[in-house]
């Protein structure tokens, strides 16, 4: 454990260590993440943090993915690097981001509340896939409450506006309805809870505003109008389903946020794979690698080589070198 966190990490740490519901478990580890620091000397418990969230989420409502039948439409498996939920007001276009730029397709309407249960797809950034889900429009009058339930367990929350069609008035109404059923953006941690002493239940979860219909060039001085007005410290990007302008930064804001790492195993005496990476967290060692191949690789590792950041071709390592995005790693037991 660093030294320099917080009283407030060590108090949201010890009540993590308490709980025995799996899904206040990952509420406290949501709260650790935002208020951890943010530097070199986290990186492990960074890193650490993530993989527990992670291996709660394949395990939805504390039981082993399959273990039982699916109940529920909301109740969705955690599938690829990471779980992003589009989320937003009716007919701002988030099944028609969902059909661009995954392999699901989503019935997508002019026409408002055509989502009635969410629905996943798989979007490829680079050679790493992470999962995207349409979601049911928020909405004042009624909304499930199982469709909080999905967005507090996702590992980023992408909240749709209409660029064309009042996107502030939007924007305002989805945070107002979101922090209504205790879930704010992770950037907000500091702020909401000065503004609410007690954040008992807040789940606080990295987001994003997407301003979609950004359909080209005559769109970028209403972003620009929107981004001055809007005055948020939320990362503000606009982008097109229909001509896919700027899906490339939104796919780097994905990556930059997981905290996404691939390294590529090379059986000895062979050549690495370069087609099929092993995805990691920034901060993960080469025993967390080794782990990931084979849990017997774990008590059997003898020694590592790598190939990449910060060390020369090949160079031996011990079991807890930091890897970094690219890596190549030799395993030898």
Do not use: C
């Amino acid at each position: 454990m660093p030294t320099n966190v917080t009283p407030q990490y060590r108090k949201i740490e010890e009540e993590y260590r308490r709980a025995s519901d799996p899904g206040e478990q990952l509420r406290l580890l949501q709260e650790m993440m935002a208020e951890i620091p943010k530097h070199k000397g986290t990186e492990h418990v960074r890193a650490d943090l993530k993989r527990k969230m992670a291996a709660l989420r394949a395990e939805p409502g504390g039981h082993k993915a399959g273990a039982s039948r699916q109940t529920s439409a909301f109740q969705i498996d955690h599938e690829g690097a990471g779980q992003i939920v589009l989320v937003g007001m009716a007919n701002v276009g988030k099944s028609a981001l969902l059909d661009a730029l995954t392999n699901s397709r989503p019935e997508v309407s002019p026409s408002p509340f055509t989502t009635w249960e969410p629905l996943p797809g798989m979007m490829p950034i680079d050679n790493v896939q992470v999962q995207l889900i349409d979601t049911p429009p928020l909405n004042e009058e009624f909304m499930k409450p199982e469709l909080f339930q999905l967005i507090r367990q996702a590992d980023i929350l992408a909240l749709v506006i209409d660029l064309a069609a009042f996107p502030i008035d939007q924007y305002e109404t989805a945070m107002r309805l979101l922090a209504e059923h205790k879930i704010a953006p992770a950037q907000h941690y500091d702020s909401f809870r000065k503004g609410h002493p007690d954040a008992t239940g807040v789940a606080f979860i990295p987001a994003v505003v997407l301003a979609n219909k950004a359909d080209d060039e005559a769109a970028d001085e209403d972003f620009d109008v929107l981004e001055e007005l809007l005055a948020s410290d939320l990362p503000l990007l606009p982008i097109s389903a229909t001509t896919l302008r700027h899906v490339d930064a939104f796919k780097a804001y994905i990556f930059e946020t997981l905290g996404i790492v691939r390294i590529y195993g090379k059986p000895p005496g062979k050549e690495p794979n370069f087609t099929a990476p092993f995805v990691m967290y920034q901060g993960g060692t080469v025993e967390h690698f080794a782990a990931q191949v084979h849990g017997d690789l774990l008590r059997t590792l003898k020694s590592a080589r790598v190939w990449g950041t910060g060390v020369y071709d090949g160079q031996t390592v011990s079991r807890d070198h930091v890897l970094h995005d690219g890596d190549i790693v030799e395993l030898r037991a």
